[in-house]
């Protein structure tokens, strides 16, 4: 498949999962804030969302506080915000715009659809539809997307760069949700825990839709350490990292070319570790300094994907030759 | 002024419903007007959900518009179309054998059927093709040619597009949109299919390769998503399962034509594009061109790529050559053409242009190399200063301008605001030439949707209607 259109389906992809994480983050972020009658305690809350999207920064210089109205506006509906989910949605359309001939009518529909409606959205209509509707509405397209794309297109190349895009950036975004609580998953002396730390960790689970897995798994109380190990370390948790870089590892394989073996080196070191890895040792190491390494672990695979697939440099002439007469 | 008298594609003078229009104008009549509006309203939803959009210049950049479609058709009966069917074929082989002789023997020239300065001084000659063989010979493997039918009911070509006509996707859409609409009117009577198009245009490509490229790697190409037909471009590559690339998708080696895909340098030995000449490759055209690909004429002067369609074909459509179409079909088949060309003032001649100028009134004026709908005057429905000012840029260089009797051209019934009025319309087939000439009956129907207007591009404010061929 042309190079172009790989990166594009891999954007489309990874554009559509951000907008459906960022969703489940504000979800969480305002299911939490409602929780708390104080003021002050309800605007902490908001600094988890632009912790966890690394958009503090920007926020900070446009806006001077952090809190519901703002920091909603700004990950939810600012078309200057480039992380935004109206940019993201956006973003996803433009690709699949540029790649409509590869993808299903059916795919492009969902998100030239999406797009129209995100651009009727704005804030009076935000809280009009209510927030937490909102977040469910980004949800349902971007499920929508999937299974619109798992049930019409072929299972060739496209749907592989598809599926690329799409564990390369979960697997991201999962890593930054735990990092951004590490420091209440981290084992204390009050460990076995109040209501609000109750109400963090839990938070946490619904964020990457495990709660329910949660308790199927383990059957008991929730502790840091084992939400550590079921959105880390196992590979039945769609959102996993194990998960994730299981299904990184296997697409790279599939689409291997003979300059992409450093980036299927690389997706196999972190998924074998996530394979064999304890979390006792994550532990040990520190979850903070460990989801510090996987994070830019990802970020190096993410710069070799983008060699290796979407602007491969070409091979010296003499080569070029060969691939004319043997395909001539 | 009074609008001249027009031909009624759905009424006959007396008013009463040509035998042809009868099952839509039942429909029509025992529909109740909700139902119709519900039904104007699915259609414009469907076709933005679709997307089918197009790109208008010169607004802001990117900008989509959807193309406006109206639910009454234009039904021709099958005997009539017959008629036309012949009339394409012959035309659209005379221009193919046009193309071949002017860069190879100019047989025509020399005999004095057309002035050598028409052809050899016209910035869509190109001497890079002279002497050049093309496969098969063909070079307008795609032809859309516009016809209209004048008050007397007869079709006239207004004008022949040999570069890189574009809008079958919407002929293919309307289609799509009437079926999910109207059932009921496609049960009960024969309506000519249209959905094949896609596979004629491939098997047209395929034959288009190479001599000995057995299973010839096609794609198509186009200027990019922000070009007006790039709905068009990405719809027509998924149909026929091939290859949407960009210019930079693209490089020459060794004369050869290379794609770059995640799996290396792939061959490619047909390109459909939809990308002027001027811009296919900066190395022979425009230097400043982002959207080609160094070398490509040279792979292609070379025979190693075959492109659709040919390079210089733009000659045979070119305005100050349109005239001499008909002296084509004699010269070429020997036979006389079966559909008329309409009348052509030729500013370039003294005597013409002293009549256009004192006649502008009552005249159509376009530039010869224009097209979309842009630049021209229309005589009859101008105010005086419109008139004055085109006057001037007329005098300034006239051959560069031709002019054509205002047409009154046919009218079909369509939704406006206050309820069905007649709309001016045109037909565009487009024609395939591969080893054998095919089309899919119809073509595009394009409406004029202001009233007494007989502008009908869709840059200018004008719709679409799907074509029905009844038999």
């Known amino acids: 498949m042309l190079s172009r259109t790989a990166a594009m389906l891999y954007w489309m992809a990874r554009y559509v999962e951000r907008a459906e994480n960022h969703a489940r983050i504000l979800d969480v972020a305002y299911r939490m804030s409602l929780l708390t009658k104080d003021p002050n305690l309800q605007d902490q809350e908001w600094f988890a969302p632009l912790n966890i999207t690394g958009t503090l920064f920007p926020f900070s210089g446009r806006h001077s506080l952090v809190c519901a109205k703002e920091v909603l506006h700004f990950m939810a509906l600012d078309s200057e915000n480039p992380t935004s989910i109206y940019n993201c949605a956006k973003q996803a359309r433009e690709n699949a715009r540029a790649v409509r001939g590869t993808i299903t009518s059916e795919m492009w529909e969902v998100l030239n659809s999406t797009w129209i409606e995100m651009q009727n959205m704005d804030e009076d209509r935000l809280y009009a539809k209510g927030v937490s509707a909102f977040f469910e509405w980004v949800k349902e397209r971007s499920h929508l997307f999937r299974g619109v794309t798992f049930g019409t297109i072929r299972r060739d190349d496209a749907f592989q760069f598809h599926r690329l895009g799409t564990y390369v950036e979960r697997a991201d975004n999962t890593a930054r949700i735990i990092d951004a609580k590490y420091h209440i998953l981290l084992p204390s002396v009050h460990d076995v825990g109040g209501a609000v730390d109750y109400y963090q960790w839990s938070a946490v689970l619904r964020s990457v839709s495990a709660f329910e897995s949660y308790r199927k798994v383990y059957r008991d109380v929730i502790t840091p350490l084992r939400i550590a190990e079921l959105l880390i370390l196992r590979v039945d948790i769609p959102r996993s990292l194990h998960f994730c870089m299981h299904d990184v590892y296997e697409i790279l394989r599939a689409v291997q070319n003979t300059s992409s073996h450093e980036a299927t080196r690389l997706a196999g070191v972190v998924y074998a570790s996530l394979q064999f890895g304890r979390v006792q040792d994550i532990f040990a190491q520190g979850l903070h300094e460990y989801l510090t390494d996987f994070l830019a672990n990802t970020g190096r695979l993410s710069n070799e994907i983008n060699t290796a697939f979407f602007s491969p440099t070409l091979p010296p002439a003499s080569a070029q030759s060969q691939t004319a007469l043997t395909t001539a | ?471």
């Open chain 2, 1 to 471: 002024m009074a609008l001249k008298p027009f031909f009624n594609e759905m009424y006959d003078t007396a008013g009463a419903v040509r035998p042809h229009y009868a099952a839509f104008a039942d429909w029509l009549k025992n529909t109740p007007p909700e139902k119709i509006a519900q039904n104007r309203q699915a259609a414009d939803l469907m076709f933005h959900r679709v997307g089918i959009t197009f790109a208008v210049y010169g607004e802001a950049t990117g900008a989509e518009r959807l193309i406006p479609f109206d639910l009454v058709p234009h039904v021709i009966p099958g005997d009539q179309w017959e008629m036309v069917s012949r009339g394409l074929k012959q035309r659209v082989a005379a221009l193919n054998a046009f193309l071949h002789d002017v860069y190879h023997e100019m047989e025509i020239l020399k005999a004095g059927k057309i002035p050598a300065d028409k052809v050899l001084e016209n910035s869509q000659f190109r001497k890079e093709m002279v002497g050049i063989d093309v496969p098969g010979g063909i070079y307008a493997h795609v032809a859309g040619i516009d016809l209209v039918k004048d008050a007397d009911g007869e079709y006239y070509v207004l004008e022949d597009n040999l570069r890189t006509p574009s809008g079958v996707s919407y002929l293919l859409e309307n289609r799509k949109m009437m079926m999910r609409l109207f059932p009921e009117l496609f049960a009960q009577q024969r309506i000519r299919p249209v959905d094949h198009y896609p596979d004629l245009l491939l098997e047209t490509l395929r034959n288009a390769a190479p001599p000995g490229v057995d299973n010839p790697a096609i794609v198509l190409m186009t200027p990019g998503h922000f070009n007006s037909a790039y709905f068009e471009h990405a719809f027509l590559a998924q149909q026929m399962g091939i290859e949407l690339v960009e210019g930079i998708d693209l490089f020459v080696q060794d004369n050869t034509v290379f794609m770059k895909t995640t799996q290396g340098p792939q061959k490619v030995d047909v390109i459909y594009r939809r990308i002027d000449d001027d811009f296919i490759d900066p190395l022979s055209f425009r230097p400043d061109s982002m959207l080609g690909v160094p070398g490509l004429m040279k792979a292609y002067r070379a025979g190693r790529v075959a492109l659709a369609n040919a390079v210089g074909s733009g000659i045979a459509d070119d305005k100050s050559v349109y005239p001499y179409v008909p002296e084509m079909i004699r010269f070429y088949l020997g036979e006389e053409p079966v559909l008329k060309n309409v009348h052509t003032y030729m500013l370039g001649n003294k005597a013409d242009l002293d009549y256009v100028i004192a006649n502008m009134k009552d005249l159509v004026i376009k530039e010869a190399q224009g097209s979309g709908g842009y630049g021209m005057l229309v005589g009859p429905t101008s105010t005086r200063e419109e008139r004055e000012k085109y006057k001037q840029r007329v005098l300034d260089q006239p051959e560069r301008f031709i002019a054509q009797p205002t047409l009154s051209l046919s009218a079909v019934p369509t939704f406006v605001d206050n309820g069905l009025a007649p709309r001016h319309i045109d037909l565009r087939p487009y024609v395939l030439s591969g080893k054998t000439v095919n089309f899919v009956p119809g073509g595009l129907t394009r409406v004029a949707l202001r009233e007494g207007s007989l502008v009908v591009n869709s840059s200018q404010g004008g719709g679409v209607k799907d074509t029905w061929i009844v038999d």
